[in-house]
């Protein structure tokens, strides 16, 4: 039983910060196209500033991108349980 909670942790994990990572160039790509693209693989996303900055840029809060963490932070509960 525990393996298996592991290896779900595991895949939750790996899914959602794949997610958060197209979550983030998309975001960089519509900003400043293909320059954006470039910066996203230079920049790394901060866990509370990128969300703060994409809420002042876009109007829209990230609920999507919320969820995603909040989803990975229960997948490494699952893999340390």
């Known amino acids: 039983m525990k393996s298996t909670r592991q290896l779900l942790g595991t895949l939750i994990v790996a899914v959602t910060g794949v997610l958060q990572l197209i979550f983030w160039f998309l975001a ?33 809060f990230p609920t999507v991108y919320f969820a995603l963490m909040f989803a990975g932070w229960f997948g490494v509960w699952l893999m340390r349980g």
């Open 28 to 60: 960089w790509a519509n900003w400043l196209g293909a320059l954006g693209v470039i910066l996203g693989i230079f920049l790394t996303p901060g866990v509370v500033i990128f969300p703060i900055i994409y809420w002042i840029v876009e109007g829209v």
